[in-house]
């Protein structure tokens, strides 16, 4: 039994490398390239709170050597905020909330004129509400911080998708 799972195995994985799959970030593999070019990306100042969340968050993320200094591609983020009560109770008081944080992102060529790509990229969190005013805040502050992190990560995978081809 043991000797067919490992052929069967061992088949499962060769039919996996005939498929011609590379992992986006290989060391490798030719998609290597990807973080050469998000390396060479300058993430521009956002503005606002979440706006530097989300800048830090991507610097962290294409640029993880620091600041290029000549960049190939510049990055430019709006952002978006809207709130929405979801649970009402008897009193009519909102008992929840959903936070939604938009990034319209254009990928600009070295002079910041030409754009290259655009996207978009959402991520929603929730929060309860509660007596307590300080626990409103800060239960609303990670909310807003959760949802940052969530859509720099997804504009860094778009990017990094889009830079593979």
Same mark, same amino acid.
């Given at each position: ?7 069967? &195995? ?5 039919? %996996? ?5 590379? #992992?986006?970030?290989? $060391?490798?593999?030719?998609? @290597? ?5 998000? !390396?060479?990306?300058?993430?521009? #100042?956002? /503005? ?15 640029? #993880?050597?620091?600041? #290029?200094?000549?960049?190939?591609? @510049? ?5 978006? $905020?809207?709130?929405?009560?979801? !649970?009402? /109770?008897?009193? /009519? ?6 936070? &939604? ?18 996207? &978009? ?8 509400? %509660?007596?307590? /005013? ?9 909310? @807003? ?19 593979? @081809?």
């Amino acid at each position: 039994m043991s000797l067919f799972k490992s052929l069967s &195995t061992l088949a499962l994985l060769l039919l %996996v490398t005939a498929c011609g799959f590379q #992992p986006l970030y290989g $060391e490798q593999t030719s998609n @290597r390239q990807v973080t050469t070019k998000l !390396a060479a990306t300058y993430v521009m #100042p956002i /503005d606002g709170r979440v706006g530097q969340i989300v800048r830090n968050e991507l610097l962290d993320r294409v640029s #993880p050597k620091g600041i #290029p200094a000549q960049s190939k591609y @510049r990055l430019r983020v709006k952002l978006s $905020e809207r709130k929405q009560g979801l !649970a009402i /109770d008897t009193d /009519d008081s909102t008992n929840r909330y959903n936070l &939604t944080i938009y990034a319209k992102y254009s990928l600009l060529d070295s002079t910041g004129k030409e754009i290259i790509y655009r996207g &978009t990229a959402q991520s929603i969190a929730s929060y309860n509400v %509660v007596s307590s /005013d300080f626990a409103n805040l800060s239960a609303e502050i990670n909310a @807003r911080k959760r949802s940052a992190l969530v859509v720099a990560e997804e504009i860094h995978r778009q990017l990094s998708v889009y830079l593979s @081809r």
